[in-house]
């Protein structure tokens, strides 16, 4: 998506500054600040001037899976209007990025005055991995955590944007951090949208497998770059009774653990 | 086949608390998948092949009548015969014509995943003929009077012990009496009982894999041998095959075929590649009399020129569902007709309408790896949400989400209004899981809290919460709009 150029692996410093519209999405924005404020830390750590737009609201994912062409073309007006002036956008969310880097350009693509707007947003939307490694340069974070963790790879972040090797790379430079690779990290964990709550049953079954898989690798914590299967697999995790943590994988580059992980007090908090 | 497809919630509960069904999808994660991801990786031009597989299909499908005549004036010219069938209804009147004119009493069939579709098996019970499965799994699955479900491995749902049971209870009239442990002894059994009916058969029906316009030939790929034997004993041979099924030279049908079983199970190629074309010739020791291709529209032609074209490119290999999450979990009956997995999900409302089979193309998370394994590089999410898309166009989807749906929306296209409902849910949800830092149940959210807490949110929302900090929230000056759209323009984007 980037030109070469872009990615020539200079270190950030060396780059001129950026102007970056943080993409929140609507699960940080209501469930996870946190992540927000990690991935604005991240991004400053890497020379870009940070911007949080106060019109945004959603994606339209679910209206676009839903299948409602015309409420997920205005909400995506919306957003291409809020986020054209930036130099990048950047989504802490592998399913919202991939929805604006390649989902709004065909629900526009016929639009004569939308459809170039959404291709140009489209080009410089990234998601938080991908942008900091592949599009900055970065080749580590400043940041300590002693645990042994798991990475679940989120589908749309994998499979529509190639995030993969880049939350690896990062991880492997926090001081202290083990990673014990998730058998079956490509499959879905169930969360899928609208689908859990229409198929709760199937749903419920793969994140129950999904769970199963997770504990099998003895982590303390478990990562991945969407909120959307943070929230189911947590979700599923606390309903077992398992103390393994969970958290957004943006909060661990920043260093910001102090908080509660995801679905925990802060009183309940602390590791196996 | 009768279609289920309608009560897919009832099926996928009846699938989710079958031990015996759960125990046998485990076989697909631990043997499909990391066969397929072995073939190709051992085929450094794997990725090119697809890309070739795709094009030659979306050739044929530009061309489609053109390549068809070809196809059928080459059979001809060779001594066999092609009909025309633009139902499952009229499939079914031909061949039972065709078998009634060669006196059959017993039919062998083989690769016949398309003779499920037209319910070709009923239909000539019904008329007092006895169709005989040669597939080992399709072969299991008449014995135990059940649709397929899987279209590779149709009996992939079934325990040994569950075939070992169907053995003792249907092959004791053979004179086989004793309860079979292990599965080649299985095969080895089946294969004695099959013999004969190879023999006695007056017809042999098989499928295709391809069908080869330049030459007139059909392809069929088995691991059994069986197809060979169905179509070279009985006097009458008669092919059931998809019109989209052709392919223009034998050249593209190798290219097709390097693609097939590696993407299916894993095999560079299956142990039988058979090519038949034509009747027996004068002076051949073998082969049938008569050669018969039937070509079967049933609502393909309709797909050609929509936005549902690009499933026509599908070879049945089965890749998509040994790889999907939900196929993987409730098993290919709970899709409740033929076709199960990713590829059903688009197929099935295509032929039986989406009236019927609505809930497939929903019950997906477009988790993406179905396209992602697909040798033809089928867009099946894409199509997923076309399907979606048609639904709720015609006002089909439920009544409850459309209204959910609809609330939402009206928030998302009004920032305002959406900051202060997003402000106030934060608040609220955070204080209620305060405590615990968790939602055990949830108003209106069931679905999600009988199997799982509700994480709660941590009681402010990020906007507000930054905003309140006083950090930027306001686009750069216009300068810099004018500046990046300036090279935005220059790099053509």
Known sequence: MNTPTETAGKPARARAPATVGLFATCLVDLFRPSVGFATAKLLEEAGCRVVVPDSQTCCGQPAFNSGDRADARAIAREVIATFEPFDYVVVPSGSCGGM???????????????????????????????????VRGLEGVKAKLDATVTYHDSCSGLRELGVKAQPRKLLGTVEGLT?????????????????????????????????????????????????????????????????????????????????????????????? | MEATSHRFKDNVHEALGDANLQASLAKIRSGFVPKRAAAAAALPEFETLRDQARDIKNHVLGHLDIYLERFAEAVEARGGKVHWAETAADARRIILDLARAGNARTITKS??????????????????????????????????????????????????EQVAELFLRHHGRYGK???????????????????????????????????????????????????????????????????????????????????????????????????VTGPKREGDLDGPEEFHVVLLDNGRSGMVGTEFQDMLRCIRCGACMNHCPVYGTVGGH????????????????????????????????????????????????????????????????????????????????????????????????????????????LPLAGGWTRVRDMPAPEGRSFVAAWKADGRPTEAPGAATARRHRGSAKEQGR
Not at chain 1, 109 to 133: H, I, Q, S
Not at chain 1, 229 to 246: D, F, H, P
Not at chain 2, 205 to 220: K, M, P, Q, W
Request: proline share 5%; hydrophobic share 40%.
């Open chain 2, 111 to 160: 690769k016949s995943m398309v003779t499920e579709e037209i319910a070709l098996n009923d239909a000539l019970e019904k008329a007092g003929i006895e169709p005989i499965e040669t597939d080992l799994g399709e072969y299991i699955i008449q014995l135990a009077k059940e649709p397929p479900s899987h279209i590779i491995a149709p009996a992939i749902h079934k325990t040994k």
């Open chain 2, 334 to 441: 709970a899709y409740g007709w033929v076709y199960p997995g990713p590829m059903g999900a688009v197929l099935t409302p295509a032929l039986i309408g989406v009236e019927e089979a609505g809930h497939l193309p929903n019950a997906s998370t477009f988790c993406g790896r179905c396209e992602q394994v697909c040798p033809v590089r089928i867009p099946l999410p894409r199509m997923m949400r076309a399907w979606r898309t048609r639904e709720f166009e015609r006002h089909l989807s439920p009544a409850s989400q459309r209204w959910g749906l609809g609330v939402w929306a009206w928030f998302a296209k009004r920032p305002r209004a959406y900051r202060l409902v997003a402000r106030t849910a934060a608040a609220l949800l955070g204080r209620m899981g305060r405590s615990q830092g968790r939602l055990k149940r």
């Open chain 1, 179 to 272: 990673l014990n690779e998730l058998p079956g990290a490509e499959e879905c964990c169930g969360f899928g949208g609208t689908f859990c709550v229409k198929y709760p049953e199937i749903s419920g079954r793969m994140v129950s497998n999904k769970v199963a898989d997770i504990r099998a690798t003895n982590a303390d914590l478990l990562l991945a770059g969407d909120m959307g299967c943070l929230l189911n697999m947590a979700g599923r995790l606390k309903r077992e009774g398992s103390t393994i943590q969970v958290r957004h994988v943006a909060e661990v580059l920043a260093d910001m653990t102090d908080t509660a992980a995801i679905g925990d007090t802060a009183a309940g908090a602390g590791r196996r």
């Open chain 2, 177 to 275: 009496t004793e309860r079979l442990t292990e599965p080649t002894d299985m095969v080895r059994e089946a294969r004695e009982v099959l013999r004969q009916k190879y023999l006695d058969a007056d017809v042999g029906i098989t499928g295709a894999n391809f069908l080869v316009a330049e030459t007139g030939s059909i392809i069929l790929v088995t691991n059994e041998g069986n197809a060979d034997l169905t179509l070279s004993l009985p006097k009458r041979h008669i092919v059931l095959a998809g019109i989209e099924k052709l392919v223009p030279t034998l050249e593209d049908a190798s290219t097709m075929l390097r693609v097939l079983a590696r993407s299916a199970t894993g095999q560079e190629f299956s142990s039988y590649t058979t090519l």
């Open chain 1, 100 to 134: 604006i880097s390649h989902h709004y350009p065909e629900l526009l693509r016929d639009d004569p005055d939308w459809g170039p707007r959404a291709r140009r947003l489209a080009a410089k939307t990234y998601e938080l991995m991908a942008f900091l490694v592949d």
